[in-house]
């Protein structure tokens, strides 16, 4: 999403040629239209074919990889990282989209805004542990994890019946760590601040 969206800014000719591409990759996550809701009037046959919003957990304020389909021990997310840079490449690729439709609004972009706030959001919550009181946010307000777990600082998977301080690949600092920190972009910065 995000290169789709940088390709779009520099060549509008990309937008118009791959657009059907493109928001299919989107709206296979961040689809804002149900069986039920008026389709989008350029696009309606894409926005059929595609679940509501598939991966996002909107009780929990984030999104499980695993979409529709739980694991035995319900649905999960290990990177966050990846989930943030979806929707803010998503963001980033409906501003871009729009500003060459011939009947845009800013409905579209202000959908994939709220699903990058709330992915935000729940990130801070579930995957980022601040232990130390003064470095608390607004996103930090409360200690969910023990403070023994909590001295990791970061989560390495998140599920709807467990959280662990481990990947799929290894139990390593390291791994936890960056697998929630990769991919870099511009969102990285309001994701992990200075605290």
Same mark, same amino acid.
């Given at each position: 999403m995000y290169a789709s969206a940088v390709l779009g800014k520099l060549n509008s000719t990309f937008v118009e040629e791959q657009r059907d591409a493109i928001d299919a990759l989107l709206l296979d996550v961040a689809n804002s239209h149900n069986a039920d809701s008026q389709m989008h009037p350029d696009r309606s046959s894409l926005h059929g074919m595609f679940p509501f919003t598939r991966h996002k957990s909107w009780f929990d304020s984030h999104s499980f990889a695993s979409g529709l389909f739980p694991f035995a021990d319900g649905k999960s997310l290990e990177s966050s990282g990846e989930s943030v840079n979806f929707y803010y490449g998503a963001y980033l690729w409906t501003k871009v989209s729009t500003a060459y439709a011939k009947h845009s609004t800013n409905e579209e972009v202000d959908f994939v805004r709220l699903l990058l706030a709330m992915e935000m959001r729940g990130v801070k919550t579930y995957w980022h542990?601040? #232990?130390?009181?003064?470095?608390?946010?607004? @996103?930090?307000?409360?200690?969910?994890?023990? %403070?023994?777990? $909590?001295?990791?600082?970061?989560?390495?998977?998140?599920?709807?019946?467990?959280?662990?301080?481990? #990947?799929?690949?290894?139990?390593?600092?390291? @791994?936890?760590?960056?697998?929630?920190?990769? %991919?870099?972009? $511009?969102?990285?910065?309001?994701?992990?601040?200075?605290?």
């Amino acid at each position: 999403m995000y290169a789709s969206a940088v390709l779009g800014k520099l060549n509008s000719t990309f937008v118009e040629e791959q657009r059907d591409a493109i928001d299919a990759l989107l709206l296979d996550v961040a689809n804002s239209h149900n069986a039920d809701s008026q389709m989008h009037p350029d696009r309606s046959s894409l926005h059929g074919m595609f679940p509501f919003t598939r991966h996002k957990s909107w009780f929990d304020s984030h999104s499980f990889a695993s979409g529709l389909f739980p694991f035995a021990d319900g649905k999960s997310l290990e990177s966050s990282g990846e989930s943030v840079n979806f929707y803010y490449g998503a963001y980033l690729w409906t501003k871009v989209s729009t500003a060459y439709a011939k009947h845009s609004t800013n409905e579209e972009v202000d959908f994939v805004r709220l699903l990058l706030a709330m992915e935000m959001r729940g990130v801070k919550t579930y995957w980022h542990m601040v #232990t130390d009181p003064e470095k608390k946010n607004s @996103y930090h307000t409360s200690d969910i994890y023990n %403070p023994l777990f $909590a001295k990791n600082l970061m989560v390495g998977n998140v599920g709807m019946m467990d959280v662990t301080i481990a #990947t799929w690949f290894g139990i390593e600092p390291l @791994y936890v760590h960056m697998i929630n920190f990769l %991919p870099v972009t $511009a969102i990285t910065s309001e994701l992990f601040d200075k605290r």
